[in-house]
C-alpha cells in the first residue's frame, strides 16, 4: 500500500494544486488529509471544494473545530482568532456543513491520521508532549504508522520496545524498519515553518518500507497578495517567505 498525506493546507489553494501535480505524477492507493485545510489562507473555500472533488478524506483540525464550534475560538491568538472570522466569511454554508463530518481521528491504508497527536487529539502539538505521555501513546497505537500535523514541522519518533526516539526528517527517501511503531509529523502544504518555505508532503510505501519526504515549489507571490487583498493579518503572509 502506498498512502500520500498532507496536512496544514491552511487554504492555500497555489501550494495545494502544485502539490497535487506532483502527487499526479506517482502511484498511490490513497490520499489523507491530517486537517487545518482552512486557516491563515485566502481561499478556504476553493481548497475544501478541491479536497471533495479528489475524494480525499480528512480529520479535523483545530481551525476545523474553531468554525464549526465557536466557543473554541477563544483559544486562538488574536490574530489566528481574526484570520477564522474571515475564514468564515469566505466558506460556504455547504462547506461549513461538510466540515462538521470531519472526525478527530481516521484510519487510511492500516495508518492512524489524527491532527495532533494520538489517539485522537486535536491540539495537542507533538513537541508538547512529555516522555511518559509519548511512551503511552505508542503503548496504546494498535496500527504500526501515525500521521500527525499541526506543528508545521517535519518530525519522525520510533518506538521499538520500551524506548523511542526522534531521527531527523528532511527531503528524500528514507527506509523505515519492520518491527517499529512510528509517529510521522508530515509538515504543512500550506503554511511550513521549517526554514523551508516549499510545500511538503510525504508518501509512505509499506511493502518497500519507504518515506518518501517531497518538497514542491509553489507561487509564494500569489498566495500572499490574495491573503493581504482579503485583509487577513500581515504575519499570514509574511510566515510563507
Known amino acids: 500500500m502506498r498512502i500520500a498525506v498532507i496536512?496544514?493546507?491552511?487554504?492555500?489553494?497555489?501550494?495545494?494544486?502544485?502539490?497535487?501535480?506532483?502527487?499526479?505524477?506517482?502511484?498511490?492507493?490513497?490520499?489523507?488529509s491530517l486537517g487545518d485545510n482552512i486557516g491563515y489562507g485566502p481561499e478556504p473555500e476553493e481548497v475544501l471544494e478541491l479536497l471533495k472533488a479528489r475524494n480525499i478524506p480528512s480529520v479535523m483540525g483545530n481551525h476545523e473545530l474553531g468554525i464549526v464550534d465557536p466557543s473554541f475560538l477563544p483559544r486562538f491568538n488574536p490574530s489566528a482568532r481574526l484570520s477564522l472570522e474571515i475564514t468564515r466569511r469566505l466558506l460556504s454554508p455547504a462547506s461549513i456543513e461538510y466540515l462538521k463530518t470531519f472526525k478527530a481521528s481516521r484510519v487510511v491504508?492500516?495508518?492512524?491520521?489524527?491532527?495532533?497527536?494520538?489517539?485522537?487529539?486535536?491540539?495537542?502539538?507533538?513537541?508538547?508532549?512529555?516522555?511518559?505521555?509519548?511512551?503511552?501513546?505508542f503503548l496504546e497505537l494498535q496500527q504500526e504508522i501515525c500521521f500527525v500535523g499541526h506543528t508545521h514541522e517535519l518530525a519522525l519518533v520510533v518506538s521499538k520496545g520500551l524506548k523511542h526516539h526522534a531521527i531527523p526528517l528532511e527531503e528524500g527517501i528514507i527506509f523505515l524498519p519492520k518491527g517499529e511503531k512510528y509517529i510521522i509529523n508530515v509538515g504543512s502544504v500550506g503554511q511550513p515553518r521549517d526554514g523551508d518555505n516549499r510545500a511538503k508532503y510525504v508518501i509512505w510505501d509499506g511493502e518497500a518500507r519507504t518515506l518518501d519526504v517531497r518538497f514542491i515549489p509553489y507561487d509564494i507571490a500569489a498566495t500572499v497578495k490574495k491573503i493581504l487583498d482579503l485583509g487577513f493579518p500581515e504575519i499570514n503572509a509574511r510566515r510563507l517567505w
Not at 492555500?12 to 506517482?26: G, I, M, S, Y
Not at 507533538?126 to 503511552?136: D, N
Open 7 to 32: 496536512s496544514d493546507i491552511h487554504g492555500n489553494l497555489e501550494a495545494f494544486r502544485e502539490v497535487l501535480k506532483n502527487l499526479d505524477q506517482t502511484r498511490v492507493d490513497c490520499v489523507a
Open 109 to 137: 491504508c492500516d495508518c492512524l491520521c489524527v491532527h495532533g497527536f494520538p489517539p485522537d487529539s486535536i491540539n495537542t502539538y507533538l513537541f508538547q508532549v512529555s516522555e511518559s505521555l509519548m511512551h503511552r501513546a
